[in-house]
Nanobody
Framework: VTLAESGGGLVRPGGSLRLSCVAS????????FAWYRHVPGKLRESVAC???????YVRDTWKGRFTISSDNAANTVFLQMDGLKPEDSTVYYC??????????????????WGQGIQVTVSS
């Protein structure tokens, strides 16, 4: 199983990025997926999730600015990040769990992780 992230990079405040996570070895119908972020010195935290039934959830901190979506045919999960702020800068990870380990409202115990991708918001 691999989760391959792409779409990160450097963007100015107020700008947008779209992260992609292409899954191999598992399907979006069989697993829940999430985007996490990890700020050094803090615990890794979930940002947005989509269940294997396509139910989406974005944590309040990012609600209204970030959107999670999925393309089952492409086996890909996206994180659209708009109105980016400097404090959004960090490494973002794609994660996946079997349905039994997705507890709703973006609470998850992932089975798989991507390698992470850097997002930097700076002028």
């Amino acid at each position: 199983v691999t989760l391959a992230e792409s779409g990160g990079g450097l963007v100015r405040p107020g700008g947008s990025l779209r992260l992609s996570c292409v899954a191999s070895g598992i399907t979006l119908d069989s697993h829940a997926f999430a985007w996490y972020r990890h700020v050094p010195g803090k615990l890794r935290e979930s940002v947005a999730c989509v269940s294997n039934h396509r139910e989406t959830y974005v944590r309040d901190t990012w609600k209204g600015r970030f959107t999670i979506s999925s393309d089952n045919a492409a086996n890909t999960v996206f994180l659209q990040m708009d109105g980016l702020k400097p404090e959004d800068s960090t490494v973002y990870y794609c994660a996946a769990s079997r349905p039994r380990y997705y507890y709703g409202e973006c609470e998850m115990n992932p089975d798989y992780w991507g390698q992470g991708i850097q997002v930097t918001v700076s002028s």
